[in-house]
């Protein structure tokens, strides 16, 4: 089996490269003259963009092919206060030089939008909202010129007090989507609410894939086992263009076992990658949650070396044997 790593937006190795510089609605509205405000999200935004541009560079260099971008590239994009603002096509150049990048160079890139983005709500205002977002979302990826290879993940969301009106409800509007939002959708379990199981019932019926998150599978394992449902989470990729993707991390501590560590244990890794494997899985794709970054990419491909069956491709990438 074929393994990439990647990681998530920021990197703790290239120093003043964030892509998630932003301005708070209160400093936006401290500015007096509304265009010049505008104007300084704007540079804020093509900064944002310069530098995911630069971390790009800094992955092709150490052979990175899978990143999440940051959904904070434009800061107050959607806000109440900028209703009707749309900086996207101003920053066309700028996108289209990111996703020309990672196109020439082979790069399966994505976004994760922030919790407020949910589908499974019974308000309506939080749904507009949430579909306003996944539009833009899918719209800068247009922008970039990327394919539907390049995803936007979400979680089902929240219960509500029923889980099983929630998952419906969140079927009846995930049907509200645009199809080429829908395209590009992929669902991932979560740590509370709806476990792998129920997100890979979900992911069935609307016909899109899953991501797993084995971290979360194991503070909310539901009844079954990832070697259990992992045929069928597999299954749900047939006929990308992509490997199966999914999330790792490790607890931050026994008294935080939800909380993202900033390595990633690679005995924890190496358990769930027999298991794929076993199962029949050739090509898999493993992004991350950890909060060194790019540090954690590169200890664990060092803490990855010399165990049995492991055999480095390149700086971030090995194949998993027998």
């Not at 937006?9 to 509304?34: C, L």
């Not at 890139?109 to 205002?125: G, I, K, N």
């Not at 390049?150 to 645009?178: M, S, W």
Request: charged fraction near 30%; proline fraction near 4%.
């Amino acid at each position: 089996m074929i393994v990439r790593l990647g990681y998530v937006a920021m990197s703790t190795v290239v120093q003043n490269a964030s892509p998630s510089k932003t301005m708070t609605a209160t400093g936006f509205a401290k500015i007096a003259d509304r265009e010049a405000a505008i104007r300084k999200l704007e540079r804020i935004a093509a900064e944002n963009l310069h530098n995911t541009l630069r971390l790009l560079r800094h992955n092709r260099a150490h052979d990175i092919r899978l990143y999440r971008f940051s959904s904070r590239l434009i800061p107050l994009i959607g806000h109440e206060m900028l209703e009707g603002w749309n900086p996207i096509p101003d920053l066309e150049p700028d996108f289209r030089a990111v996703g020309d990048y990672a196109k020439e160079h082979g790069m399966r890139v994505s976004f994760h939008p922030d919790h407020f983005t949910v589908l499974s709500t019974p308000r309506a205002d939080v749904l507009r909202h949430s579909i306003d977002d996944l539009r833009r979302h899918a719209l800068i990826l247009d922008t970039m010129g990327l394919d539907e290879r390049a995803k936007c993940n979400i979680h089902v969301g929240g219960t509500y007090g029923d889980k099983t009106e929630a998952g419906n409800r969140f079927v009846r509007q995930f049907g509200e989507l645009d199809e080429a939002v829908r395209r590009r959708m992929t669902l991932e379990n979560d740590d509370k609410t709806f476990t792998a199981r129920e997100t890979l019932d979900i992911c069935e019926r609307v016909g899109v894939p899953m991501v797993l998150d084995v971290h979360h599978h194991d503070v909310n394992p539901g009844e079954e086992t990832v070697s259990e449902l992992w045929p069928r989470i597999a299954a749900t990729w047939r006929g990308e263009a992509i490997p199966p993707k999914i999330h790792m991390s490790s607890p931050k501590s026994d008294k935080d076992p939800r909380g993202h560590a900033d390595y990633v244990e690679a005995d924890k890794l190496l358990s769930f990658l027999r298991t794929a494997a076993e199962a029949g899985t050739e090509r898999l794709d493993v992004m991350l949650e950890a909060k060194m970054k790019d540090s954690a990419l590169f200890k664990l491909m060092e803490d990855l070396q010399g165990e049995n069956g492991v055999v480095k491709l390149d700086q971030a990438s090995f194949e998993l044997r027998g």
